[in-house]
């Protein structure tokens, strides 16, 4: 299914007005600042003239129920899709997206072949697994088009291998070392309870766990693996192992259904110790979130609804008025990616992979509403985020403003030193 959405906003040319009180040298400086500020922008639409339409291809993973992450990803790219073309028609551009929903790896790399030969898209925006996406960068280093990835989060994707390649969304590692070290050093939980899954994702999680904990004067109290009934229960967890380690923190290495499951067994438990969601595919709206315990929960963020400074108070105002919900790290991925793909297109003249990707390479900052201008790290082909760690009180009331908080932030500065604590909000 292909669903299409263009938006075409205009604005004003600036005036430079000169009065009689304009002094020889001043019209000077001023005309010169003109004539600089032209030379270095686009051309601008000569009136009458239809604007060019960009193409830009957003591929979703299709889920029988319409999973969370993927509506948030749709509704931040059309966002970022208006706001990008309120300055796109002044330069004789606009925008639309092909949106389509694939289903696995073949699947994937056959609508990305139809985006860009049959849609002439410019770049495309992914939202898959890490399978598809091996199987659309192909693709795309084939034809030479900008892939922007926006939901995977494998370490080993992040190399200089596929120049046409970048990414928005965070590796795991990223994540961890924000919040691995606001719970070590800002909280001081140095004892972690780890509960993973009983298969080799869980075994890979625990692996990183403890290469992190072990740098940072940490250690590991205990390990719980846990299975799933068929009604969508977990079951295995070993709650007496938990009482006797002594832990200060329980840190979950679940997602989805399975967190969901664990998290309504833990609070029946009636264990107050603090969690930490720390899969890092946890990234839906809080207030959903399956927690009715007695205990703080923790987990990492490339956003949150909380953030006001810097302007983020204004992009979750302006998602919210546009939806009725929150942004959350999949909507604001998704909505930088655009943005990031028409900032390189309105400042080249050539709406093409290799001048756009030129474009990104050439470290020009992006303004994402966090505090300090993004670029990429090329080495990773990594967008260097801050990155936040939030904090959810319990029990859960409907005053939501009231327990959940930013109590970290973490900025990724270089691929030797994943990121560097910046304070609180």
Known sequence: METRRTIDWRISAGIVVVTPATTMKGLVCVLSLVVISLALSPKPRAVGTEPELITIGVLLAATSDGATEEIEAYRGAVLGLE????????????FELSVTRVKGAAEAAAEATRLIERNRAVALISNLN??????VQSVVHEAEVLLLNCSTRADGLRTNSFPFSFHVEVSNRDYLFALGNCLVSGKNHRRWFLVRGDDSEGEQWEEMVRAFISGANGEIAGVSTVSMKSEGECYNFDSEMLENSRASLVVVGLRGEQLSSFLKSFARLGISLPLALAHFGFDAQEERMAWVGSGPVYWPSIWSRML???????????????????MDGDAWGNWAAVKLVAEAVIRTPRANGRSLRAYLERQAPFDGHKGAPLTFDLQRRQLRHTLYVLEMRAPLNEDIEDQLEVVSR???VSSDTNARPIGVK
């Open 130 to 135: 890490q399978d598809a996406f091996l199987a």
């Open 83 to 94: 706001e990008a073309n309120v300055l796109a028609g002044f330069f004789g551009r606009r």
């Open 410 to 412: 973490f900025q990724m």
């Open 308 to 326: 006001v400074r810097y302007s983020g108070r204004e992009l979750n105002s302006r998602y919210h008025k546009r939806f009725n919900r929150w």
